[in-house]
């Protein structure tokens, strides 16, 4: 049905090459393509092991639009699906227009130099993608997207209007490690060691990191500690659900975590910016993502598992009601069928659905859009067979 091309061999990458070729009847060619061939083709193997299904591999630096080009020119793919680092988000876009090919993303763009991520940079395609008649897909791994396509079902279904959304987001996995980040050290910690911040009575609040916090239960796991992050699906949906009065995220940190963060930042290697070592310059957060664990290396020994949903309150028919939609991954049965731990499972697999969605031409019109904008239901039913079901509570006391 279609011809792909999947940018980025980290974690993530490796599911949805996985993914991809376990759906070989909509994904009829397929090829992987990041900085470092040879992670490619140890992925490309591993996949062949698994399916019986062929990857094609390249070399790309998706820094430069000119290779990016020059690769699409060759391969002829008619989607990208961009797993690679979020600062690369604006040159794969730039190279989609100049050759004519569809776009997708699970992270949207944020700038090197700046720990500042917002929809502004790619919405501002919007024009571009229209005029050329292409499409652009932007936040379809979990959170941001299935959260955005849970709100999006709720608003469909069950609210006339959605009031209160705390989008709530647990990892009660153990890796084993002393510290180490579930994806891409750099952003992980650039993301959570912002200031957070959430959308209440029309306008934004910021907070303190972490200054807001509370024991939440989460389904099969208990009361975790959860904190007011700031995340980027918040941005976009109070503008696309316009009755919503407060919209919050919540994400948990064990304590261990939180410490060994705090002290990263005291010390200053959490700095962006560069410093001068042994007469060559040097990014510290950089140095430091090169003696963290690969966080595509932790799947083999983590244990437990994650849970992720949206709890709404709303009315519907003039009556107040509560909905909680929620999926919950284990670790273990993530690496068992893809070699990659739950964090990456769970952004690849609605990376892949969302690529099917557009190949079967049920997610595809000229422009630049975030998931939510799309039909939730098919999106939904594909949850359920691709190894990511979901669960629905009604009426709940939401704790939040």
């Not at 060994?260 to 930042?265: A, D, G, P």
């Not at 290697?269 to 003696?291: C, H, S, T, W």
């Not at 009556?319 to 964090?343: F, L």
Request: charged letters at 25%; hydrophobic letters at 35%.
């Amino acid at each position: 049905m279609g011809k792909v091309l999947i940018i980025g061999a980290g974690g993530v990458g490796t599911v949805v090459a996985n993914k991809v070729a376990q759906n070989s009847e909509i994904f009829t060619d397929i090829m992987l393509a990041s900085r470092t061939k040879s992670k490619c083709d140890a992925i490309a193997e591993d996949v062949k092991n698994r399916t019986g299904i062929t990857i094609k591999t390249a070399k790309v630096d998706a820094d430069s639009v000119p290779e990016l080009v020059k690769l699409f020119n060759e391969y002829k793919p008619e989607l990208v699906i961009n797993v690679a680092l979020p600062y690369q988000d604006l040159t794969i876009m730039d190279a989609c227009l100049e050759c004519g090919v569809h776009y997708l993303d699970t992270a949207n763009y944020e700038p090197k130099d700046e720990a500042k991520f917002e929809y502004k940079w790619q919405w501002a395609y919007q024009d571009k993608f229209r005029e050329a008649g292409l499409t652009a897909i932007l936040g379809c791994g979990f959170d941001p997207g299935v959260t955005s396509i849970f709100t999006a079902y709720a608003a469909k279904h069950y609210f006339d209007e959605i009031h209160y959304l705390d989008i709530v987001d647990c990892n009660a996995g153990d890796h084993g490690k002393a510290f180490a980040t579930n994806f891409n050290p750099e952003i992980n910690i650039r993301e959570v060691t912002q200031k957070g911040k959430y959308w209440e009575n029309g306008k934004w609040v910021e907070t303190e990191p972490h200054e807001i916090h509370k024991p939440l239960n989460y389904p099969n796991i208990g009361p975790k500690e959860s904190y007011v992050i700031y995340h980027e699906e918040l941005e976009s949906l109070v503008k696309n659900f316009p009755t919503i009065k407060r919209a919050r995220f919540w994400m948990t940190f064990g304590q261990e975590y939180l410490t060994h963060l705090r002290v990263i930042q005291n010390i200053g290697m959490a700095r962006i910016d560069e410093v001068e070592y042994n007469g060559q310059k040097i990014v510290p957060i950089q140095f430091l993502k090169a003696v963290l664990p690969d966080p595509g290396d932790l799947g083999e020994n983590y244990t437990g598992e994650t849970s992720i949903g949206c709890r709404i309150r709303g009315i519907k028919d003039g009556k107040e009601r509560t909905y909680y939609v929620y999926n919950n991954c284990s670790h273990q049965a993530a690496y068992e069928e893809t070699g990659a731990q739950g964090v990456s499972y769970t952004t690849g697999v609605p990376a892949t659905i969302g690529a099917m969605m557009f190949l079967k031409g049920l997610w595809r019109k000229p422009g630049v859009f975030n998931v939510e904008e799309f039909n939730p239901d098919p999106f939904m039913e594909q949850l359920n067979k691709q190894g990511l079901p979901w669960h629905e509570l009604f009426d709940v006391d939401l704790e939040v």
